[in-house]
């Protein structure tokens, strides 16, 4: 059996004004009283907390599994796409899982492997650098003073970073034609 057709077509001298149905009208509940879905939905985060630490854990695994990848294999390829990825996906998401200090670190390496316009020419040593950051601040989160150490490193790292895709520019030439 076809289901009727809602849609309202409302027609004016010069044009027509066509209102599809509202399939999600009935997909949504009412709201009930008392009910706080920002509370319901923070006491189910905290529930997960307790694994943010391991899924944390794990993402630094990956990154540094990608680090020695690319160590063996070169910055090119699937080698670099791996350690961009790991990288990326820490900087998405240490906020959420409580490492903040986390992503900067890996936001800064996201730049080097992106804005790098020969990824063969990225020192081996400022990956590891930037690899061995995200470990460090992790491992240390929460401990005394950790958050002035991380922030100092993170400074330096991104200064770093600046320093070697400037030196990366074409000089000269023809940049304003």
Do not use: Y
């Amino acid at each position: 059996m076809a289901k009727p057709d809602l849609t309202a077509v409302m027609t004016f001298p010069d044009h027509e004004v066509i209102t599809p149905p509202n399939k999600l009208q009935g997909a949504v509940g009412r709201a009930v009283e008392g009910d706080d879905p920002v509370a319901r939905a923070e006491a189910a985060l905290a529930q997960l907390s307790s694994e943010f630490t391991r899924w944390m854990d794990d993402e630094c695994e990956q990154l540094d599994r990608a680090r020695r990848n690319v160590q063996e294999k070169g910055m090119t390829g699937l080698p670099r796409e791996a350690l961009f990825r790991a990288a990326h996906d820490i900087k998405g998401q240490a906020a959420t899982l409580g490492f903040p200090l986390v992503a900067a670190v890996a936001e800064s390496l996201c730049r080097l492997l992106e804005e790098t316009h020969d990824p063969r020419r990225i020192p081996l040593d400022l990956v590891d650098q930037h690899v061995d950051a995200v470990r460090a601040i992790f491992r240390e989160h929460g401990r005394a003073r950790a958050e002035v150490v991380a922030e100092a490193l993170t400074r330096r790292l991104r200064q770093v970073c600046d320093d070697f895709l400037a030196s990366q520019r074409p000089q000269g030439g023809n940049a304003g034609a």
